[in-house]
């Protein structure tokens, strides 16, 4: 099958231009002038399939690098299987994830990655790739990480919250990093110090706080901007590369940017969640609505600017991505369990199906080029976790995932709306932003198109990935 996109302004993360994209079978074969003549060849004459893209962008497909379908946490699962969330992230122009793999402790991580394998084999309709998390760091862990780099899991991500659940101790934090500097693995970190949390929300709870509120102001941003300087400095140590997942104190940006400054291979990510939605607003919505919006690290106060600091730190590359950190949950049955006591709601929220839309209203209000937009949902994440050239730019030889967006469409969100996800409720319910997923082909399959999902369980392929392309 042979596809010719035309007319459109291609957009990668080094710039944009009018051009036609051919692709032959599952790859870009040519960025042509438009007009697309190869060699006085009519190439649109030859094509199987042409789409029309004037006015138009044509991008690189998003990747999301930070996912959890049907991830066991909090005393039930994720609600997005590898099925309904990877057709959900399709429907809002992502065309490859990467999820998490769980170790609990006592687990084998290789055991764990096979489990993951099977769930995600036959059901996903967009390309995936798996991160491992460490929660059980010890000798045969560490062995475990040569074998999954091996495998294509060329990323780790420890916790410093969550005991008796996820948390390592900064000694097994340190001996993670060690392993990580001798074979090329990221390390990535949910940097928030749990010790201090766990006192907090115990306090809280006996004050008689219950409310999703207090889930908030028990993670204040003091324990994340700690946890933060604490993974840098253990990473300054050891010389592993280190990337902070779902940032969103300005102060840990700050720790982040810092130590960038320094030299030092730091990277942090922060997901649309903290750049729309504030403590006062969303946690602190009337009665038990604000559990809808219970993840953690926790959205901020709007009234200290760390929403708008988020924006500023996309723009300046103190940040280098934006992925969902994507963790559903449905009101009814699961976020309801933490009723009377904040702590027992599953902490998460869903967003993988809106990410590009939501990321591209920073075009619309100028805090984002075109160019830095697609940088930071599609290309960064692709050199981040050794993907890119395959995934992350339109050129020859890449996967054909590719993305048709009008930025003169409208898209109402919401359930109902455009809403594809497993939950009974939206995040992100009444948003209405500029621009539209138009068309999105993954490895030259048309899977989204004129409002319809035209792809199939299944067509998505394991991605191997390889090493970070950060590092010399
Ligand atoms: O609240 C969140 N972030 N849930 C998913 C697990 C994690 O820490 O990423
Ligand atoms: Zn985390
Ligand atoms: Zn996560």
Redesign the pocket.
């Known amino acids: 099958m042979k596809t010719l996109i035309t007319g459109g302004t291609v957009v990668n993360a080094t710039g944009r231009g009018l051009a036609d994209v051919l692709i032959d079978g599952e790859t870009v074969a040519a960025v042509l002038e438009p007009g697309s003549t190869l060699l006085g060849f009519d190439v649109a004459a030859h094509v199987d399939r042409v789409i029309d893209a004037r006015g138009k962008y044509v991008i690189p497909g998003g990747i999301d690098a930070?996912t959890?379908m049907e991830?066991p946490?909090g005393g039930t699962s994720a609600s997005d299987t590898f099925e309904t969330g990877t057709r959900a992230a399709a429907w809002g122009g992502t065309t490859t994830i990467v999820d998490?793999v769980v170790q609990y402790p006592g687990e084998n991580p290789v055991d764990q990655f096979a489990l993951w394998q099977d769930k995600a084999a036959g059901s996903c309709a967009i390309d995936y790739g798996f991160h491992q998390i460490l929660s059980d760091v010890q000798d045969s862990s560490l062995d475990a990480m040569d074998e999954l780099i091996a495998e294509g899991v060329t990323s780790f991500?420890l916790?410093m919250a969550?005991r008796g659940v996820?948390l390592s101790d900064d000694g097994q934090i340190l001996r993670a990093m060690q392993k990580a500097a001798t074979n090329g693995a990221m390390v990535m970190m949910?940097a928030e110090n749990g010790s201090v949390i766990d006192v907090l929300v115990r306090q809280a709870l006996e004050a008689g706080d219950t409310a999703p509120y207090f889930h908030g102001t028990t993670r204040p941003w003091q324990a994340e901007e700690e946890a933060t300087h604490r993974a840098i400095m253990l990473a300054d140590l050891t010389g592993a590369p280190l990337y902070v997942?779902?940032v969103s104190a300005k102060q840990a940006v700050a720790q982040i940017a810092a130590a960038r400054d320094r030299g030092l291979n730091v990277f942090g990510e922060t997901c649309p969640q903290y750049l729309y939605l504030s403590l006062e607003e969303h946690l602190g919505a009337p009665g038990f609505e604000g559990a809808k919006w219970?993840?953690?690290?926790p959205l901020r106060s709007r009234a200290e600017g760390h929403q708008d600091h988020m924006w500023r730190a996309l723009r300046t590359n103190d940040l280098q991505l934006v992925s969902t950190?994507h963790?559903p949950f449905c009101m009814k049955g699961q976020k309801e369990m933490g009723l009377g006591d904040f702590s027992k709601i599953p902490?998460?929220?869903g967003s993988v199906e809106h990410r590009m839309d939501l990321l591209y209203q920073g075009v619309v209000t100028g805090d984002l080029t075109l160019e830095r937009w697609v940088e930071i949902c599609c290309t960064t994440p692709a050199r981040m976790f050794g993907m890119y050239g395959r995934k992350g730019v339109i050129a020859p030889g890449a996967d054909g995932d590719v993305v048709v967006y009008d930025p003169n469409g409208h898209t109402s969100i919401g359930v109902g709306k455009t809403h594809h996800m497993a939950m009974d409720y939206s995040a992100w319910e009444g948003f209405e932003v500029d621009g539209h997923v138009d068309t999105v082909l993954s490895r030259g399959e048309v899977v989204v198109d004129g409002g319809e999902f035209l792809g199939r369980a299944g067509h998505g392929r394991y991605v191997r990935r390889d090493l970070t392309q950060y590092l010399v």
Do not use: E, L
């Open positions: 930070h959890h991830m946490f998490f991500k916790f969550y996820f949910h997942v779902h219970v993840c953690s690290t950190d963790c902490n998460g929220i």
